[in-house]
């Protein structure tokens, strides 16, 4: 019989019971994976507690008393996952199998694995007897996937004072990746996050018969003009700090050419030669990470293939590099860029994401990783897409993504982040089992 401060589960089983919970967004139903996590951790004698705003969509919250040499940290995960439909898995996506030194199932990295990453790290401890540097706040949420309402910003809206004090927050990394040569091992480190502002310019004109050429004025030429505008899905380049000191590190990790590419892009991004010794894949991250993008998505209008319509629409996914950029500002540039009048719907504004910080807090998680691989090269990274932590430094909390893997250089693991046959090996599990615990017990 399991008693508290003995029930350390191990990481690969955990990873596989978690992904065996089908909690796919939507429409969700993340009760039973959550209700999983709570006993899990109270048989284990760590406090913790439910917090719902809808009853089949908990949250929880748990917290380890530490050793008060550090403020109170939050590490958060979510337990959704995206839907599986019109792929074609290799294995069942909700099986968990283990096949070739891996776990295989919706979740393994996104992320559930390193959820469970997580919880072994902190059961460790506790088990031992060793409490952390400071108090250590596991919030296990629901809704990632599909806009945080019942999930993270439920949380920090409704029950704020359920972090009070934390000072740092590490989750997901959001699929930050750059594999470049394949030579050295990346580790990201997500230090910021793109804002997603969403669109719809709505265009209206005269209809007539499509036989004949139509006016400059027409529905179907200006939205043309528009879709060409944007054929590049971008605004131009304005990078960041975030940039400059990723790819200044990127460049030390790779000597040679690739290196003397790295650092011209990152004096003139404006230079896309510099990127030809690139593959195209890392070429478009780092383009993406230069400039707020905006790429159309949803084309909708006109009854019948003869007709000119009187109206149609089109829906742009818009990303805004972090700072003071507004949806305002994101209209104005896109007139801009267009060249002529535009009416535009705002359909999502998200949360705008804070100026990185890159300070002690930094350091350490860049530190943990170097000590645990040295040859790896940890980087300061922002995502291209938007995680739960843009959500925390609404109170005040520094965000990072953080979620330690040791995979092959240039495998291509992050890749597989809402694609089928999702899966990680095993020792990436327990390297991050490892990487946490390090950090838990000397983080600033």
Known sequence: MTTARTAVPDVIALT??????????????????????????????????LVAKDPSRPNLVARLPGRGVAPPLLLHAHVDVVPTEGQAWSHPPFSGDLRDDHVWGRGAIDMKGSLA??????????????????????????????????????????????????????????????????????????????????????????????????????????????LDALAGGGLGPRPGAVTHRMLTALAAAHPG??????????????????????????ALFLRSISQHTANPTVIAGGTRTNVIPGEMSVDIDGRLLPGNFTADDFISALRAKAGFPLDFEVLVEGEPMPEPVLGPFYER?????????PDGVPVPMMTTASTDARLFPQLGISSYGF????????SGYR??????DERIPFAALHFGVHCFEQLLLSYP
């Open 16 to 49: 596989q019971r978690l992904i065996r919970f089908d909690t796919t967004n939507p429409p969700g139903r993340e009760a039973d994976c959550v209700r999983f996590v709570h006993g899990l951790l109270t048989e284990a004698g760590v406090a913790s507690t």
């Open 117 to 226: 990453s997580m919880l072994v790290a902190l059961l460790g401890l506790h088990a031992r007897g060793t409490p952390p540097a400071g108090d250590v706040l596991l919030a296990v949420v629901a809704d990632e996937e599909n806009g945080s309402a019942v999930g993270a910003r439920h949380l920090v809206q409704d029950h704020p004072h359920l972090f009070d004090g934390v000072a740092y927050a590490v989750g997901e990394d959001g699929g930050a990746s750059l594999e470049l040569d394949g030579s050295r091992r990346v580790h990201p480190i997500v230090v910021a996050e793109k804002r997603a502002v969403w669109l719809r310019a709505t265009f209206r004109g005269p209809a007539g018969h499509a036989s004949r050429i139509p006016p400059e004025h027409s529905v179907p030429r200006r939205l043309n003009r528009l």
């Open 257 to 282: 050419p690739l290196g003397e590419a790295l650092l011209r892009f990152r004096d003139d991004p404006a230079d896309l030669s510099a990127l030809k010794p690139l593959s195209e894949r890392d």
């Open 365 to 373: 998680l860049a530190g943990v990783l170097r000590e645990a691989d």
């Open 403 to 410: 979620m330690p893997l040791l995979i092959p250089a240039g």
């Open 415 to 420: 890749d597989l982040l809402h694609a089928p």
